[in-house]
């Protein structure tokens, strides 16, 4: 069983930037592929961004050149940096971890607004 927290989320400004990260239990977090998925009010949840056991990332379109997912194997946690934000990236963000089954997280909502 993993256990998974999300921290950083928060109102920000169009143009603004957040730092989300994820604290994940378990002995063998460099195995994990660590993602990050969102949810925005009436709509499915989608995929952000992963990163596997080998450092390789995977973006959404949306999002490219903007987030940017990272690792950290020592600490056993997954951050998504996120820089010029847009209303549009308002949503409630969950971490999830892919291992021997898939986990989440219990999700950290994100706001952008002036």
């Known amino acids: 069983q993993v256990q998974l927290a999300e921290s950083g989320g928060g109102l920000v400004q169009p143009g603004g930037s957040l730092r989300l990260s994820c604290a994940a239990s378990?002995?063998?977090?460099?195995?994990?592929?660590m993602g990050w998925y969102r949810q925005a009010p009436g709509k499915q949840r989608e995929l952000v961004a992963t990163?596997?056991?080998?450092?390789?990332?995977n973006y959404a379109e949306s999002v490219k050149g903007r987030f940017t997912i990272s690792r950290d194997n020592a600490k056993n946690t997954a951050s998504l940096q996120m820089n010029n934000l847009k209303s549009e990236d308002t949503a409630v963000y969950y971490c999830?971890?892919?291992?021997?089954?898939?986990?989440w997280g219990q999700g950290t909502q994100v706001t952008v607004s002036s």
């Open positions: 990163i596997n056991r080998n450092f390789n990332t």
């Open positions: 999830n971890a892919l291992y021997d089954s898939t986990y």
């Open positions: 378990g002995n063998v977090f460099g195995l994990y592929t």
